[in-house]
């Protein structure tokens, strides 16, 4: 059968975020099962030989810390569940990285909270420091670090953190793979001819309905996955909801079978990424270019550096959003400032090799990464 031109795409996908829920990591509660994870771990290697950019977001500390605790009911307060997620996590991270080593691959752990993401600058930090790991080959296992945080500041359930992160790192799709094999038109523990939905859109309002919640071990069920499917979305991800017990799931995926729920964005994924880095946030100050970078940022597709820029306006810092116009103060671009307006104007018309003698330090060789960067 001919392949639909979205599950085409999907084949073609360059980042991917694969977030596994806690009932698939722990083998229904009875611990981390290890032999599942060494199967994932093994497709997701393979992903990333054929030039794919991966990262995870794991649950599980909460699940896996129950089982090494000896306790059968998830906890109730909120410090019971912090320290069963700290004696989970070790456990959790050791499995993941020794399963990664197994291939040669280097690991590394991240724990997010909301401020992270939710703070301008941190979320600046997060990218960068997530971006970099990518770039130097380490696949970056993402939990919320539930030990330190309370009920207010929770990202919740970790579909809505592997969303945020697709957002982050603007990847092209967010994998929640989870113990069934997709979205069905009702929530089949409770009713047997539950048909699977193979394709919607997220924003489809019928989806949240038929989404049901989870089981005794994680925290959302269907219903946060098509939310964080709309989320998402939002930055021109397709999401992919994908039983993990299916054999070879994730390889069989990008290879192009029709298996789980492909939910998709709205717009086109370039639209919507465009439009997410432009509505994210305020525009705070101008950078006027020289014709050099005009052409560098208008046919290379290139990163801004300081050398091309000419004159700095305004008042912004680090990680806010500034236009870039030419000198007939035509509008360019926008994007996300890696130094503040008072380093800019240093730094405007100087070669990247001297940042770090003007500022005494530097940040990156860029003014704007190409990935921060929307050419309109
Ligand atoms: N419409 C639905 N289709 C499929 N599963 C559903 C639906 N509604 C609710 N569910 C339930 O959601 C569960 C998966 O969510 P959850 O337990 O939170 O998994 P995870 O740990 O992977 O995040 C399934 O086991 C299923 O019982
Ligand atoms: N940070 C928590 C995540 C809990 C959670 O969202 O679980 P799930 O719904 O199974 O993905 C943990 O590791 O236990």
């Given amino acids: 059968m001919p392949l639909t031109s979205e599950r085409q795409h999907l084949t073609q996908s360059r980042r991917i975020v694969v977030k596994i829920g806690s009932a698939l990591l722990t083998n229904d509660g009875q611990g981390l099962d290890v032999n599942a994870i060494n199967g994932w771990v093994e497709q ?31 906890p109730k307060s909120i410090h019971e569940l ?8 070790m456990g959790l991270i050791q499995t993941w990285e ?29 990218r960068s420091a997530l971006r970099t790991l990518v770039d130097l080959d380490v696949v970056p296992i993402i939990n919320e670090n539930d030990t330190v945080v ?60 038929v989404a049901g919640d989870g089981g005794a071990l994680g925290r959302g069920g269907m219903f946060t996955k ?35 729920t492909l939910l998709l964005p709205e717009d086109e994924p370039i639209t919507a990424r465009k439009r997410w880095l432009a509505g ?13 970078a005009v052409k560098a940022l208008q046919q290379g597709g290139r990163s801004l550096l300081p050398v091309g820029v000419k004159e700095v306006r305004g008042k912004f810092l680090r990680g806010e959003l500034v236009v870039c116009v030419d000198e007939s103060e035509r509008t360019l671009a926008k994007g996300l400032v890696n130094y503040s307006a008072e380093e800019a ?17 530097i940040e990156t060789p860029e003014l704007i990464h190409r990935d921060n960067l929307v050419v309109v």
């Fill in 345 to 361: 104007r240093l730094l405007a018309g100087q070669p990247s090799n001297q940042i770090e003698k003007i500022l005494g330090y």
């Fill in 98 to 126: 020794s399963a990664f080593k197994q291939h040669g691959i280097k690991s590394a752990q991240i724990l997010l909270t909301h401020d992270d993401l939710s703070n301008r600058k941190r979320y600046l930090n997060a």
């Fill in 150 to 209: 309370t009920d207010e500041i929770r990202f919740g359930d970790n579909d809505t953190l592997g969303a945020l992160v697709a957002n982050l790192l603007e990847a092209d799709t967010l994998i929640l793979l989870t113990d069934q094999p997709g979205l069905f038109d009702a929530d089949p523990r409770k009713k047997a001819d539950a048909r699977l939905i193979p394709q919607g859109r997220a924003e489809d309002p019928e989806l949240l309905a």
């Fill in 280 to 292: 994210h946030l305020q525009e705070r100050g101008v950078l006027v270019l020289d014709a050099g």
């Fill in 226 to 260: 098509v939310r964080a499917a709309r989320l998402a979305a939002r930055s021109g991800a397709r999401t992919v909801i994908l039983g993990g017990r299916t054999e070879q799931a994730l390889s069989r995926l990008f290879a192009g079978e029709t298996l789980g």
């Fill in 44 to 74: 997701m290697v393979a992903l990333k030989r054929e030039g794919r950019e991966l990262l995870l977001v794991t649950s599980g500390s909460v699940a896996e810390g129950m089982v090494r605790l000896g306790w059968k009911q998830r």
């Fill in 82 to 89: 912090q320290a069963a997620a700290a004696v989970g996590q």
